[in-house]
């Protein structure tokens, strides 16, 4: 008698600790089947409890944003499936559109025209500046046209 219960609280405490990690979908509610049936729980909103607190982030959110939920345990990890299933195929198409998005980009340099009324503001170089500012001439033609 105290073997099965010292098995089933072993199993309890690992449930506890089952986290899905980088681990599949899959590969976790495998695991977590085979110690729940270990730890002989049968009620459902406890399982469904139990599994959400390994369960990742994103798919736990994924999840809550369903809104109404199954309350039995095996159409629940139907349901956990197919969202995974969903985010996963989200998140393969995210990433090819990422990586093909600039494949044909190819950006050439076009020079600009010239616009003949814009206000050339570096038409001079540093020394002609100074130049043209001790002498009082104009930036634009170096000639003396201030009005005075």
Do not use: W
């Amino acid at each position: 008698m105290f073997v099965l219960a010292d098995v089933s609280i072993v199993a309890l405490s690992k449930i506890q600790k089952l986290k899905q990690l980088q681990k599949s979908l899959t590969s976790y509610i495998t695991k977590f089947r085979s110690l729940v049936a270990v730890a002989n729980v049968k009620e459902s909103h406890v399982l469904i409890h139990m599994f959400n607190l390994g369960l990742n982030d994103n798919l736990l959110h994924a999840i809550h944003m369903m809104g109404e939920t199954p309350t039995n345990f095996d159409k629940y990890i139907t349901a956990v499936t197919k969202i995974d299933s969903n985010i996963n195929r989200g998140n393969t198409t995210i990433s090819l559109t990422n990586t093909n998005r600039y494949r044909n980009y190819h950006p050439q340099y076009k020079p600009q025209k010239k616009d003949n009324d814009a206000m050339d503001i570096d038409c001079l170089d540093e020394e002609e500046c100074i130049e043209c500012m001790a002498k009082g001439l104009c930036f634009i033609c170096q000639k003396c046209c201030l009005v005075t």
